[in-house]
């Protein structure tokens, strides 16, 4: 499923107009985003968790020369499902 996609879901099941599902999906990437950039962590009891892990830098190796080479650190966003959504998956 697609962003397009799911917005028509949204639309349908709550009997809303296209464009206003289309917002409402939107500011909620939005917000998910933002809180995210803050470092700051989204919960959604049964559905699972967003959130930001940090990873130190290191160094690796260049996989055509062998070299070392210096790999920055970096700010990763996570999803960890809620049990409600794992057990309906199941």
Do not use: W, Y
Request: proline letters at 4%; zero cysteines; hydrophobic letters at 35%.
């Amino acid at each position: 499923m697609n962003k397009q996609e799911l917005i028509g879901h949204v639309a349908d099941r709550g009997g809303l107009s296209r464009n206003v599902a289309s917002q409402a999906v939107e500011t909620m990437l939005e917000v998910i985003t933002s809180t995210l950039k803050r470092g700051d962590e989204v919960r959604l009891v049964g559905f699972g968790n967003f959130s930001v892990t940090r990873r130190k830098a290191s160094t690796g190796r260049n996989p055509r020369t062998g070299e070392p080479m210096q790999i920055k650190a970096t700010s990763q966003p996570k999803f960890r499902p809620g049990k409600v959504l794992k057990d309906a998956v199941q």
